[in-house]
């Protein structure tokens, strides 16, 4: 890919912590912010463009003036949308979100005609359903980040019961970004070790329960939702395809018979590489698994079928 050029639609927390990681590890030539607050990602831009005089490679930082500033990216990653508000109904979520994410999807399709779509924005499973439908792109082209930050909460909370093997554990986590994720245990390991050889089966379920809050338990202290960690993942995902490394992570992609289930995106074990995904691994899934993949599925197919209801599509 010459020039390694890569597009971020929202300049907030998660957007710029993106950005950072990516020029601390000097994974891409340019790194460049559009946000629809211009000023938001001008200031970002300089500041973490000030940062890399001190990262191993010499990336250039700018902020898009508008939508042409994103011309020619190599990916571009989606983190824009607004957070549910108490007045609001999940109906009332998804349809704006979905409205900025045509917008958005829009302008990649004219600058960036040939990119690879990263979908960071929430409900992360059926933005990133949107997208295709937009898009209209092959499907290894689009993936949503959810597994890649899950699956580092649930090796966060396995090293917190261990004590052990901080940067050797490896964490399965599927199905959707959100309360019916279905952290994997049995196929999570420890340096190689398999997780239930070295926990015991109260310390799984505590485990997986914390997995499933790892999102709220950092509102409760800061107020806002996580960005460092997210921030990582989609920096992981970005250079798992630039760099052609070809490593498995499970991600939000959109399905035609795997598994059973066709037209509906949700987080499964891929291979990412310069093609985005390039493989989907299909799991052999027990029959108690096949359960709560299938409660995964169906809650985000209603986040799809409250769009259709108000002629989203049409």
Not at 73 to 98: K, Q
Not at 103 to 113: A, C, L
């Amino acid at each position: 890919m010459v020039g390694r050029k890569v597009g971020i639609v929202g300049a907030g927390f998660v957007g710029a912590t993106a950005a950072y990681s990516l020029t601390m590890v000097g994974t891409c030539h340019e790194v460049v912010l559009y946000d629809i607050a211009p000023d938001v990602a001008k200031g970002k831009a300089i500041d973490i463009g000030q940062s890399t005089n001190y990262s191993p490679k010499g990336t250039i930082v700018t902020a898009a003036e508008d939508a042409s500033g994103l011309k020619d990216c190599d990916i571009v990653v989606i983190t824009a949308g607004v957070p549910r508000r108490s007045e609001m109904t999940r109906a009332d979520l998804l349809m704006i979100n979905a409205k900025i994410m045509k917008d958005v999807v829009g302008n990649i399709q004219k600058y960036s005609p040939n990119a690879i779509i990263l979908c960071v924005s929430n409900p992360l499973d059926v933005m990133t359903y949107v997208v295709h439908k937009m898009t209209g792109w092959d499907r290894n082209r689009i993936v949503g980040m959810a597994g890649a930050l899950d699956g580092a909460r649930m090796s966060y909370q396995i090293h917190q019961k261990v004590g052990y093997g901080s940067g050797q554990t490896r964490a399965m986590v599927l199905g959707d970004h959100g309360q019916n994720m279905i952290p994997c245990p049995e196929i999570s390991a420890v340096g190689g070790v398999p997780l239930e050889q070295v926990i015991s089966k109260k310390d799984m379920e505590d485990i997986i329960a914390r997995t499933k809050e790892g999102g709220s338990e950092i509102v409760k202290y800061l107020g806002t939702s996580a960005y460092y960690a997210p921030g990582r993942a989609v920096s992981v995902m970005v250079e798992a395809i630039l760099d052609d490394s070809r490593i498995v992570m499970p991600s939000s992609v959109l399905l035609d018979g795997e598994y059973g289930y066709k037209d509906v995106t949700v987080g499964v074990p891929v291979v990412l590489g310069a093609n985005g995904v390039e493989k989907i691994i299909e799991l052999d899934l027990n029959e108690e698994t096949k359960a709560k993949f299938k409660a995964s599925v169906d809650s985000i197919q209603e986040g799809i079928d409250i769009l259709n209801e108000n002629n989203f599509f049409d």
